[in-house]
């Protein structure tokens, strides 16, 4: 009789714990400290009493900032974090009551890095030195091609401040060669580097079309898209033939090389 009572009564009690953590919501924020403290605008609570953060912990350990207002900072300096250390923030909230983050990115890196150094040799071969990284964002390579920016390559940042040294093995064009060095953070802001160039003297690639074949037919190995009518690309890739079998009869552009060019599927 005892045991069915105790099981009752732990029954009872796991039901009201579950159902007070059903009137509550979590916020959960994780990723690095980048040296910024998070900011929360906190609504009132519907109930007219008190706001709507009831606790705020920082991995794992409930802080001591003051919560009890309209707004309030969880102040991660007095941490004792270093840059890049993990952190994991949770902003416990009543039910129909929830705060918002100001600053969502406060824990994702920026991009700050400054190039010491840029260069690119006769073989397209992309070396690059830089600084004051905070945190570990990938790089894209780009060329400009085909009248536009075309990204080639990515290489991940090792994202500390000191000097750090990366280099990418391009695929040179006829002509003139440009590259660049571009960075996004989470928001998608865009930070590059200089312009670094070189004239090749490789001969301009050349193609043909095979309505035999369906394929086109370039005269060496060569990155190339293929764009439809309403310049979607239907067709991209690297390499010394295109298969286009699957294609439907019409007009399509070309851009390889370092050229633009059009053709008539038959």
Request: aromatic share 12%.
């Amino acid at each position: 009789m005892r045991i069915e009572m105790k099981r009752t009564l732990l029954s009872s009690i796991l039901v009201f714990f579950l159902a007070l953590v059903g009137q509550a919501g979590v916020i959960f924020i994780e990723g690095t400290y980048q040296l910024r403290n998070v900011f929360v605008m906190n609504g009132e609570n519907p109930e007219g009493v008190g706001f709507c953060t009831t606790e705020v912990r920082v991995n794992g350990d409930v802080t001591t900032d003051e919560i009890n207002s309209s707004a309030y900072e969880v102040d991660l300096s007095q941490y004792g974090f270093k840059m890049g250390d993990k952190v994991e923030i949770e902003i416990i909230f009543k039910e129909g009551c929830q705060p918002t983050v100001l600053n969502p990115g406060a824990l994702k890196p920026a991009t700050t890095f400054e190039i010491s150094d840029i260069q690119v040799d006769a073989n397209g071969l992309l070396t690059w030195s830089t600084i004051n990284e905070q945190g570990a964002l990938p790089f894209v390579v780009q060329q400009y091609k085909w009248n536009k920016w075309v990204n080639i390559g990515q290489i991940d940042g090792i994202g500390t401040s000191n000097e750090n040294e990366y280099q990418f093995q391009a695929g040179p064009i006829s002509g003139l060669n440009r590259f660049r060095i571009v960075q996004k953070n989470f928001e998608g802001k865009m930070r590059k580097s200089p312009e670094v160039s070189f004239n090749s003297e490789m001969n301009p690639v050349t193609f043909k079309y095979s309505k035999k074949e369906q394929k086109i037919v370039f005269s060496g190995k060569t990155a190339f898209e293929v764009f439809n009518e309403q310049g979607q690309i239907v067709k991209r890739g690297s390499d010394s033939e295109i298969d286009v079998s699957g294609l439907r009869k019409n007009k399509y552009y070309l851009a390889y090389d370092n050229l633009d060019s059009e053709f008539m599927k038959k």
